[in-house]
C-alpha cells in the first residue's frame, strides 16, 4: 500500500486542527484554569488550519483562487442543490478570525482575558459554525465522526463546566462549608 504523503498532510493537518480546537475548547469550557494550555492548542490549531488551506491550494488548486471557488460552488451544487462559490471567502475569514484571535491571545493574554464577552462568544461561535459546515455539513466518513465527536466533546465539557460552576457559586454561598456535617 502507498501512502500519499500530500494527501495525508493534507486530511491529517485538518484533522489535528479540529482536534486541536477541541481541545482547547473544552478546557475552556470545563477547566478555566488551563488557560495555557488551552492557548497552546488554541494557537497550533490556527496553524494547522492554515497548513491545510496552504496544502489545499498548492495540492488541488495550483495556487488558483478561480479554482478553489470553482470548486467549492461544485461541492456545495452537489450538496444543496444550487452552486456557490462564496464559502471560500468565509474560509478566509475563518482563517483570518481564528489567527487574529491566537495571536492576541499569546501576545496579549491579559488584555484578551478582559475583552467583552460578547466579542469572546462570536469569535467562538463564529468558528464554531465553520467547522460544524467544515467537519459535518461538508464532510463524509470520519470527518463526519470526527466533528460529531468534536460537539459531543464540547457539550460535555459545557455540562462539565457548568457543574463545577454551580458547585462553586454553592459552597461560596455556604461559606465553604457545604457538604460538611457536625
Not at 493534507?10 to 482547547?24: C, D, F, K, P, R
Not at 471567502?89 to 475583552?115: E, H, I, K
Request: net charge positive.
Amino acid at each position: 500500500m502507498r501512502v500519499n504523503v500530500g494527501e495525508a498532510l493534507l486530511y491529517g493537518s485538518i484533522w489535528a486542527s479540529i482536534v486541536a480546537w477541541t481541545a482547547s475548547e473544552c478546557l475552556r469550557l470545563s477547566h478555566p484554569r488551563r488557560v495555557d494550555a488551552a492557548r497552546a492548542l488554541w494557537a497550533a490549531g490556527a496553524v494547522l488550519a492554515a497548513l491545510h488551506v496552504a496544502l489545499a491550494f498548492q495540492l488541488r488548486h495550483g495556487w488558483s483562487h478561480a479554482s478553489a471557488v470553482a470548486e467549492t460552488a461544485r461541492r456545495t451544487g452537489q450538496l444543496v442543490g444550487f452552486r456557490f462559490g462564496g464559502g471560500v471567502l468565509v474560509n478566509y475569514a475563518f482563517l483570518a478570525v481564528w489567527t487574529a484571535d491566537a495571536l492576541w491571545w499569546g501576545l496579549s493574554p491579559a488584555r484578551y482575558a478582559q475583552r467583552p464577552a460578547a466579542l469572546d462568544a462570536a469569535v467562538r461561535l463564529f468558528l464554531l459554525f465553520i467547522v460544524v459546515n467544515g467537519a459535518i455539513v461538508f464532510a463524509n466518513g470520519p470527518v463526519r465522526v470526527l466533528g460529531a465527536s468534536s460537539l459531543l466533546a464540547l457539550a460535555v465539557a459545557a455540562w462539565v463546566g457548568r457543574r463545577q460552576a454551580k458547585v462553586a457559586s454553592h459552597e461560596r454561598s455556604a461559606g465553604g462549608d457545604a457538604g460538611v456535617s457536625a
